[in-house]
């Protein structure tokens, strides 16, 4: 384990980049001679490196930076069945993988996470003796303490303590997250919002899910649950949801309400770009689900930037487009339904992501407690 000075110091890099001696010792509040000890152990131990020498006035100064390979983390996605299960570097690149049959009993899963764990680590020289902990990716909800699986429908769970069955079978630290939060963590230590303190995710998908970042930290709540949209209402007397209510964001603008909308009006849809083309054809009742599902995540959306007003929301999207009917008439409903004054202050971006995300996002969990602890509430 890390001392809290080193984690302080891998912090700090991992939020900024490479950063001298100098400019680190500054940003801890630490002497140079302090600081160049702590820094000089984490090289030791492979964690860090020194980098390109930067020549300016006075001395030269040599950057320091997290080793790409001085620690990996291993990421399960429990979403898929097979459920994928990665290694990643200190970089959040994905080097080795593998494939585990997915199951509703935890101790069968923990017992195929032991069985296929080592496997995975000889696809990668020195990353036995260089893992730092186990990630695993969920639909559900996870308790502020990244234990304990609170409920999850898909896994048919409630108040299973996921993390420790796991870290029993393996030896390993374990964590789990609900899925969007994980790929949020990913986003913040590895992708595109690294340097925004306040952001939220939205990922879109067969469902849909949400995960908020305020003053640089993930906001989980007091409970775990911050940032459910998905079974927000959004019309009231609704549709019936999975979660018991009806009317949720879930059943109008995820891609399996989607689906399940074309196939009731006798359209084939296997994906967005099949129903954005029927629409641009002008059938009407593709033309009616997309504006019906566009406003629906639009007026959500509206409504994280009135509770939050983040710097940014980025939506994931596993879907080949989000540039046609859907994601105009979704952007339009987030302008339509928010104050004057924020009309237009909030970017709304969209990125496509692989099939790796959400074990990619699962790895980050374990590096996040890596490198800066466990979330707070």
């Given amino acids: 384990m890390l001392t809290s000075s080193q984690q302080q110091l891998l ?19 630490l002497s140079k001679a302090a600081m160049s000890g702590i820094a000089r152990d984490l090289i030791s131990l492979g964690v860090l490196h020194e980098t390109e020498t930067i020549y300016g006035q006075g001395r030269p100064s040599i950057l320091l930076d997290l080793h790409p390979e001085g620690a990996f983390f291993v990421g399960i996605s429990l979403l898929e069945d097979p459920a994928p299960m990665v290694l990643s570097d200190f970089n959040g ?20 996470i032991a069985e296929m764990l080592p496997r995975l680590l000889a696809e990668r020289e020195d990353a036995l003796h260089k893992l730092y902990g186990i990630g695993i990716a969920l639909s559900g909800f996870v308790d502020e303490k990244q234990a ?15 993390a420790s069955i796991v870290r029993q079978k393996t030896g390993v630290d374990t964590f789990i997250e609900n899925d969007a939060k994980a790929v949020a963590v990913s986003e913040k230590l590895f992708g595109s919002t690294r340097d925004v303190q306040n952001f939220s995710v939205v990922s879109f998908d067969e ?6 970042f305020i003053g640089g930290n993930l906001y989980r709540g007091n409970h775990g ?13 609704g549709s019936p949801c999975r979660c018991g ?30 129903l954005e083309a029927e629409a641009s054809l002008g059938n009407a009742a593709a033309i009616r689900i997309l504006h019906r599902a566009g406003n629906a995540l639009g ?5 994280l930037i009135q509770f939050n007003d983040p710097g940014m929301i980025l939506i994931t999207h596993v879907e080949g487009r989000f540039d046609g009917l ?37 790895a980050s969990i374990a590096a996040h407690n890596f490198l800066i602890g466990p979330t707070p509430n």
């Fill in 11 to 29: 912090r700090v890099i991992s939020q900024s980049g490479p950063l001298s001696r100098t400019v680190l010792a500054a940003s801890m509040g």
């Fill in 93 to 112: 690149n994905i080097v080795a993988r593998q494939t585990m049959p997915r199951s509703r009993d935890p101790e069968v899963i923990a017992e195929s």
């Fill in 148 to 162: 304990n699986c609170v409920q999850s429908t898909l896994l048919g769970w409630k108040d299973v303590p996921f």
């Fill in 207 to 212: 469902g849909i899910g949400c995960a908020h």
């Fill in 225 to 237: 649950g911050a940032g459910e949209i998905a079974h927000c209402t959004i019309e009231p007397n």
């Fill in 245 to 274: 209510k009806r009317g949720c964001l879930d059943t109008v603008a995820s891609m399996k309400a989607i689906k399940e909308m074309a196939k009731a009006e006798g359209l084939a849809c296997n994906s967005l770009d099949d």
């Fill in 299 to 303: 007026l959500a959306i509206a409504h």
């Fill in 326 to 362: 859907f994601g105009t008439v979704m952007r339009q409903a987030a302008e339509a339904n928010v104050l004057p004054r924020y009309a237009g202050q909030t970017p709304i971006r969209t990125q496509r992501v692989d099939g790796d995300v959400w074990a990619r996002g699962a």
